[in-house]
């Protein structure tokens, strides 16, 4: 079962390599989201060190969702994801090797970057620490819960919105979690808790979306 | 009695018919009697005068639209076990009258908050995770209906359905957990309610009046629900009034 698991990682992470300007689109996009800001805000140090725990996690969130539809829908039009339903191993396991090569692939630039762009925004070096742990330990729920919402979505119209009206409601408490992390420890108090909860929010959609993405992808597929 | 024949949308269609005018009657009996205790019975308030009688509508709303995410949830759950599409429709039939009693809960919550607190809405558990329903609500319509086919649409939305029933409990219990604005709970299970008894029986009976008037709306609604899905069968054809 390793094997197979390993080979649909090294097939998906191969795929996304062969075309990189989809990856390279989702990290530009953080960078054009967090770039904005700043310009629509106005450059003041103090109140951009304020609003960037939220920007940079919002600017993070979306740049996730905006890549969750390639996780199923090349293979799902040329049927390579109906050879994925029928393979004798457990689907929820196999579909969590596409959500890690789609993790690698999307939500690990995001949080190697994050450090650059809060310098932008004035972040304290301690911050900015917090930052990378807290979009570290939340980006894999994005990815994990986001899997749900593109297996549900597939081959509909207009999924690309209807996964963000999907996905959304779940990644709050994500999204509340970690920009209250960076926030906390802006003002001086333990990122503990909030770090905590984030990396149980994680864990927690481990075990349970690959589940719930697997039975999503059956309806979808049947 | 075998009850499982009601499974069906031709044996459930007439059941429902008849069901409906009672549902309604009950309604209107209980909001009549929720609306004269709490004008005209119910005490005036001691800190918030005559402003806090919103209490009567907010509260029976923010409960009937978390009960009703999980009557829904609960039809869409057995629907997808046992591959029954009357309870996918009725899952389909509740969720709008769901998302109207959020969308009250909200609202009358936001007018009760600017007198009270002084703000239209603040950011607190309670009340975020309140929006979250309303969110999932408008989510699991929007899926429903960008599907066309429909048995895939009920198990999509059925799937979407339970995942987001984890968010009903975290509602409930936002104001136990965190510290939050909107105030704790009044009323539980394990002890004596800390309000008025008049004002908790006016609550009480518009919460019975909103829960049969969702009864009567939903029943009706999935009437129309298995008209539009069932047209092509005999038994819609030979309906009185059903255009062949």
Known sequence: MSQAWLTILQRDLLLAFRRRSDVATTVFFFLMVASLFPLGIGPEASVLSNIAPGVLWVAALLAGMISLTRMFAADFTDGSLEQLLLAPQPLAVLVLAKILAHWLVCGLPVVLLAPFIGLQYALPSEALWVLVWSLLLGTPALSLIGAIGAALTLGVRGSGLLVALLVLPLYIPVLIFGAGAVAASQHGMSAQAHLSLLAACSLLSLVLAPLATAAALRISVE | ?244
């Open chain 2, 1 to 244: 009695m075998n009850w499982f024949k009601y499974s069906s949308p031709q044996t459930f269609y007439p059941l429902a018919g008849r069901m409906i005018p009672w549902f309604a009657g009950l309604a209107t009996l209980f909001a009549l009697a929720g609306l004269y205790v709490s004008f005209a019975i119910a005490p005036t308030d001691f800190q918030q005068g005559e402003a806090y009688r919103i209490i009567f509508v907010h509260v029976p709303a923010a409960w009937m639209s978390m009960f009703i995410y999980i009557v829904m949830a609960g039809w869409a759950g057995l629907g997808l076990a046992l591959n029954a599409r009357l309870s996918a429709m009725m899952a389909q039939a509740l969720a709008p009258t769901g998302a109207i009693f959020t969308l009250l809960a909200l609202v009358t919550g936001s007018l009760w908050g600017k007198p009270m607190w002084g703000a239209w809405w603040v950011w607190d558990a309670r009340l975020t995770s309140e929006l979250i329903l309303l969110f999932l609500y408008i989510g699991f319509m929007a899926l429903q209906s960008s599907i066309d086919d429909p048995r895939r649409a009920d198990r999509a939305g059925a799937l979407l359905a339970l995942v987001g029933v984890v968010n009903v409990p975290i509602i409930y219990f936002s104001v136990k957990w965190w510290n939050t604005l909107h105030q704790g709970s009044t009323i539980n299970m394990g002890a004596a309610p800390k309000m008025v008894a008049t004002m908790l029986i006016g609550m009480l009976f518009l919460a019975l009046a909103f829960w049969m008037y969702t009864i009567a709306v939903s029943l009706m609604r999935v009437r129309c629900i298995m008209l539009e899905r069932e047209r092509h069968a005999e038994w819609v054809q030979a309906l009185s009034g059903v255009k062949s």
